[in-house]
């Protein structure tokens, strides 16, 4: 086992960041913490990475204690945070080198692990840090990180902000990272990315709904799902919601995504009440579960079973 959490939990003052949490992350695997702002992955990530220290429980990484083994936990992970926090006034190498002796190697000792990322910056290695694009930026933290050849990769929300083409990217080269047996765990408020992982920690405020595979996760989705559409996307939420079968609605994309809480439910009942509501250009057709279906599902499921 890479990466271990048993009950872990941490409060600041009067809040809870992240509440008796558990989960085990396979040597290997690439692994997703998904969740919106304030959910509480990025104090996990602190934790994991010996910056902070927990409440209650205990964590491993690479077989290591996060408290008595800090030391050699910082000499064997990689950890990208959420910011770019390299030197703004230093250059493209100056950061990996400066980076490779913190850590007791040189960018030829590792080359080959970083060569596929680094070779489309390398032509502007002597352009500041603090001048480089979003997606070059990312490609520089991520360098940095595998310079010293770690066992285990942190990345925390490494795609926020960067445009979609440099997020994809990303993506492509964490899956070719991981080939090289690395041990990665991604957090990310991009439902979309979830699917990229091997399995997902479905995480919000500070407690963790779901882990699986995305696929088995979305399987799970207990009713249909409708895509619903009117001239008016405001009123046609308001009146959805006072709906006498409604179960949940939320807007998705254009649409607005609707659950009925009546198993016989009907799609011309829907259409006929929008009707008499005075709706135009109806639009109601049945739609294909997401994984962002299952976090609101979830979500609603943990909320009302707090009340």
Known sequence: MSISLRHISKSFKTVQAVKDISFEVNSGELFGLIGPDGAGKTTLFRILTTLLLAD????????????????????????????????????????????ATIFGTTIEENYDLIKDIYIQIEPF???????????????????????HKPKVL???????????????EFWE???R????????LVSTAYMDEASLCDRVALIQDGTILEIDTPQRIIEKFPRKIYNVK??????????????????????FGEHLHFTSEDKAFSSE?????????????IEVSEAI??????????????????R
């Open 125 to 147: 290695k002597n352009r500041r840090a603090g001048k480089l694009s979003g997606g070059m930026k990312q490609k520089l933290a991520l360098s940095c990180a595998l310079i």
């Open 230 to 251: 009117a001239s008016e996307t405001f009123r046609l939420l308001k009146d959805l919601e006072i709906y006498v079968s409604t179960h949940s609605v939320y807007p």
């Open 56 to 99: 209650q429980g205990k964590a491993s990484v690479a077989g290591m204690d996060v408290i008595k083994d800090y030391k050699a936990i910082r000499s064997s992970v990689g950890y990208m945070p959420g910011r770019f926090s390299l030197y703004q006034d230093l250059t493209v190498e100056e950061n990996l080198k400066f980076f």
């Open 289 to 306: 579960p997401t994984i962002e279906d299952s976090f609101m599902r979830l979500s609603k499921e943990n909320t009302d079973g707090s």
């Open 173 to 175: 080269m964490l899956k």
């Open 269 to 281: 009942e829907l259409i006929q009440f929008l009707k008499e509501k005075e709706h135009t250009n």
């Open 177 to 184: 990272l991981q080939e090289k047996d690395i041990t990665m």
């Open 154 to 168: 942190f990345l925390d929300e490494p795609t926020t902000g960067v445009d979609p083409v440099s997020r994809k």
